[in-house]
């Protein structure tokens, strides 16, 4: 295995440059999802991942969507469920085993194919907000007023119970 710092440097690299170029990390990070700390917080998780690997050997891709998932979770609320996190998976995968091979040059040229690719930020607009005297608001209140009436009959009072409580039952 390759453990001279240079080379180890530049299989973090290869790290950043697969996961600050992932869409769900930058989005979370641009809207905040991770606190005043969001960048901080992908930064660190660059150094975790990366050392992650070198703690383990022989990961599955499997094993890594999960730890990756689990940081997702744990460090910016969000949960991946867009598909994404197999492409991470198989993109960190194959650089570290080409930095596990030597091949430095090979290397260099993923980080490169990598953060061209991908050189544009992912960007999230809101919906546009409708005001309170939408046309779709009256078309709702239209469309419940013109639906059949059903006969209810009122549930019964709430009962209060003898240590202060409020009971409220359902009427089956």
Request: hydrophobic share 35%; proline share 5%.
């Amino acid at each position: 295995m390759a453990a001279s710092t240079a080379s180890r440097e530049l299989f973090t690299e290869g790290v950043r440059a697969v996961l600050i170029h992932w869409p769900v990390l930058q989005i979370a990070v641009d809207n905040g999802f991770g606190g005043v700390y969001g960048q901080q917080k992908a930064d660190w998780m660059v150094d975790v991942v990366q050392q992650y690997f070198h703690d383990n050997a022989d990961l599955q891709q499997y094993e890594v969507e999960d730890f990756i998932a689990q940081l997702m979770d744990q460090e910016f609320d969000t949960v991946v469920d867009d598909g994404s996190l197999p492409q991470v998976s198989v993109s960190l995968l194959q650089v570290f085993s080409q930095w596990q091979q030597g091949a430095l040059q090979q290397l260099k040229h993923t980080i490169s194919t990598l953060t061209q690719k991908t050189s544009q930020r992912a960007k999230v607009t809101a919906p546009p907000t409708q005001s309170d005297d939408s046309d779709d608001d009256t078309q709702a209140m239209e469309c419940e007023s013109s639906s059949p009436s059903v006969s209810r009959t009122d549930p019964p009072p709430p009962q209060d119970e003898e240590d202060g409580w409020t009971v409220v039952r359902k009427k089956k």
